[in-house]
């Protein structure tokens, strides 16, 4: 199943499935893009709707430095435990959103990550059963304001700022998603990451074991798992979809207030 949430043509919320013509969970080429959504006993065009996040999460815990090549890239070192860093519900947008960036930075950056929704409230899980408070994956983009993140050690004005979590489209069953999923980022349709979860220096089950060592993750609560390589700048005007096998495509424009 690839869950979606959205906005009927009526204002209603709904859950349905994102599928294709056959009625299959939607591919990872028409996840976000193509095929129909089926729910409440009907079937939608995803361009009737509007998609909404796939969870209401109370917090974003997000993973720093978790693919050796992006702490390479940042000049900075691998992490010997999980770095964490919190964004809040104001962070979260929107598939197809157009999200307005902080106005008078010189560096705001786009990052790739796969996204783990938690389906239960939970705290001490052991890393042997992480899995099973997981309600599914989904994409997100990290988006980055380095003049600010590169001055404090809270990264809150670095990371935190409104719409800094553009997240979805859908949330995948983790059976559909491949332990070496492909995560890669396009700015303006030209590949910018890739890479593959083969590659996470923790795993999600580890992240999942040491974030709730710490806090209680509620149902809808999303762990962003870091970002691979490649990371780079955003423009006015440009054009982000990050694109994770087995989930689907979650794209979103940016502008640059004056």
């Known amino acids: 199943m690839k869950q979606v949430r959205f906005r009927d043509q009526a204002g209603t919320v709904r859950t349905g499935g994102w599928v294709d013509e056959d009625g299959t969970p939607a591919d990872t080429a028409t996840a976000g893009q193509g095929g129909e959504i089926r729910a409440a006993g009907r079937r939608y065009s995803p361009e009737d709707v509007t998609v909404l996040p796939p969870s209401e999460p109370s917090k974003i815990v997000c993973v720093g430095r978790n693919y050796a090549a992006h702490a390479d890239e940042r000049g900075e070192d691998v992490p010997d435990r999980p770095l964490l860093f919190l964004k809040g519900p104001n962070a979260v947008a929107s598939h197809e959103s157009e999200i307005s960036l902080l106005a008078g930075k010189d560096r705001q950056e786009y990052e790739a990550e796969l996204a783990v929704v938690i389906g239960e409230q939970c705290r ?127 794209t979103h424009t940016v502008t640059v207030p004056e």
């Not at 700022?161 to 700015?187: I, K, M, Q, S």
């Open 124 to 250: 001490h899980v052991d890393e042997s059963d992480a899995m099973a408070v997981v309600d599914g994956f989904t994409c997100m983009v990290d988006i980055s304001n380095r003049d600010d993140q590169d001055r404090e050690t809270n990264w809150i004005r670095g990371k935190a700022f409104d719409n800094a979590a553009p997240l979805g489209p859908v949330c995948a069953d983790p059976e559909h998603v491949p332990d070496d999923a492909t995560v890669e980022l396009y700015c303006n349709g030209e590949r910018k990451q890739s890479s593959t979860l083969e590659h996470l220096i923790f795993p999600v089950p580890e992240l999942i074991a040491e974030i709730t060592t710490y806090m209680t993750l509620e149902p809808g609560d999303v762990i962003a798992t870091g970002t691979p390589e490649g990371v780079g700048p955003l423009s006015d005007g440009d054009s982000v979809r990050v694109q994770i096998e087995g989930v689907g495509k979650l």
